[in-house]
C-alpha cells in the first residue's frame, strides 16, 4: 500500500524547513531512498504499466474449439510462443484441461 499525496507532501514540507533526509526519516520511519523518490516525483502512481498480451484471447478460444484435444505445446507451435504462455492465457481466459467422463474411471474395489 502506498502512502498518501497528502503525507508525501508533509514529508516533503519538513525537508523545506530544513531538516536533513536522514532526521525525517528517522522521524516518519521512511527509508531514505523513498524519500529521495518522493523529492522527484511526490504524485502517487494511479495505475502501473502492463505489457500487452502476446496471445489474443478471441484466437485462443478459436484455437481451442478446432482442435480441443491439442496440447499446450501443440498450440505454442501455432502461436508460436512458450507452453507456458499458452497455459498462463488458458487460466486467464478461465479455460481449464479436459477432464476424464466419470464413466470412464476405475471402479473402486469394495
Known amino acids: ?3 498518501s499525496e497528502h503525507f508525501r507532501r508533509k514529508v516533503i514540507a519538513k525537508l523545506e524547513e530544513g531538516y536533513s533526509i536522514r532526521a525525517v526519516s528517522t522521524q ?3 527509508d531514505k ?3 529521495l523518490s518522493w523529492k522527484k516525483r511526490i504524485e502517487v502512481k494511479r495505475t502501473r504499466p502492463r ?8 484466437a ?3 484455437d481451442v474449439e478446432k482442435y480441443p ?3 499446450q ?4 507451435v501455432r502461436f508460436s510462443c512458450s507452453a507456458a504462455s499458452i497455459g498462463y492465457a488458458l487460466k486467464r481466459l478461465g479455460i481449464t484441461m479436459k477432464k476424464r467422463p466419470y464413466a470412464t474411471h476405475k471402479p473402486k474395489n469394495p
Do not use: Q, V
Open 69 to 71: 484435444d491439442d496440447y
Open 60 to 62: 485462443l478460444r478459436a
Open 73 to 76: 505445446y501443440e498450440r505454442a
Open 33 to 35: 531512498n523513498t524519500i
Open 1 to 3: 500500500m502506498s502512502y
Open 28 to 30: 516518519f520511519e521512511i
Open 51 to 58: 505489457k500487452p498480451f502476446k496471445i489474443e484471447d478471441d
